[in-house]
């Protein structure tokens, strides 16, 4: 009999804590971001998760995460995905959802390190044992070199990678990055895309890329041969709340919460992990060894800032343009 007594007594008690734990409110979070941060916001969501339930016992999150080209999440967000949260490639794609009335001004201004919560450079990948003797960004003009890497109109990287070679170059003009983009045999969506048409394909000479990206692929087991080049951008990845989805949601407390997470050390440390360059100099100071050293590192704001170089470079009719137009000739 006891026995009997003991086993109903053990059952109610499981059943109980499965009660509670399925009556535990669970605070949802939709996270919307760049193709390449994936594997690092996975990580940093469930450990924020866990987190989250171990200061609160009465409350779970849980995220349902978004990744695609910057570009196309920025389209979506503003056209009805109901982000919490947007990471993206670049400030003017924080920008646009802002302008649509989804975020308000000030966003930057926010969260810590005026919301850029990652960083990284650009990154030329060679074949093995780099065949074609690429140290730099003129390298890339050279005859016959084939050159996968991203397209300005739909990707971020594309943009901060085109930046990084107008910046790198000793002699910079239209004429000198219509000879690069000449040998662009593809223009991939996004970054994640540009790299398996050049590892999994095996297309082209050099790619493009993120030296996050670079960094991850090798982690992966897969042989990379890579240079940062030395005159280079400092490529800043913002975070943003997207407020008018988070009050309808009513989810603020959390995904503020989730935010400030994002700046502190076992976050920083999980970016680091897949190659992006921490923002916290403690973190960045335990990876440094991974990172190639650039000695001229310089800032979008260097080349007049991200609506200058919209202008200049990515408007309609603008630098980008004519060069595709000339591509096609």
Request: some cysteine.
């Amino acid at each position: 009999m006891a026995r009997w007594w003991r086993w109903i007594g053990l059952f109610l008690v499981g059943w109980c804590l499965a009660l509670m734990t399925a009556c535990t409110p669970t605070v949802e979070i939709t996270l919307v971001s760049n193709s390449v941060s994936k594997a690092a916001y996975q990580q940093i969501a469930d450990q924020f998760a866990e987190e989250w339930h171990r200061q609160h016992p009465s409350q779970q999150v849980s995220f349902n995460q978004s990744y695609g080209s910057s570009g196309a999440q920025t389209r979506a967000v503003i056209d009805g995905l109901e982000a919490d949260v947007v990471a993206l490639a670049l400030q003017p794609d924080v920008d646009k959802i802002q302008k649509a009335g989804l975020i308000d001004k000030g966003w930057a201004a926010e969260f810590p390190n005026q919301s850029i919560v990652a960083k990284s450079v650009a990154a030329i990948v060679t074949q093995p044992g780099n065949p074609k003797q690429i140290k730099s960004w003129a390298d890339l003009a050279q005859p016959d070199l084939k050159i996968v890497t991203t397209n300005p109109k739909s990707s971020g990287a594309a943009r901060w990678t085109f930046l990084a070679i107008w910046g790198g170059l000793p002699q910079a003009s239209e004429t000198e990055i219509q000879k690069i983009y000449q040998n662009a045999t593809v223009l991939a969506k996004d970054a994640r895309e540009a790299s398996d048409v050049f590892f999994k394909q095996g297309q082209g000479d050099v790619l493009i890329t993120y030296e996050n990206e670079a960094i991850l692929i090798g982690q992966k087991g897969e042989p990379v041969t890579y240079i940062s080049p030395p005159s280079n951008i400092s490529i800043d990845f913002p975070i943003a709340l997207v407020d008018r989805n988070v009050d309808k949601h009513q989810n603020r407390r959390v995904v503020e919460a989730f935010i400030k997470y994002l700046f502190t050390a076992p976050a920083q440390a999980e970016f680091a992990k897949v190659g992006f360059r921490p923002v916290l100099p403690k973190v960045y100071s335990q990876f440094a060894k991974q990172y190639q050293q650039v000695s001229t590192l310089f800032a979008v704001d260097q080349l007049g800032g991200w609506q200058a170089a919209q202008q200049k470079f990515f408007a309609k009719d603008a630098m980008f343009d004519r060069i595709e137009a000339n591509l096609k000739k």
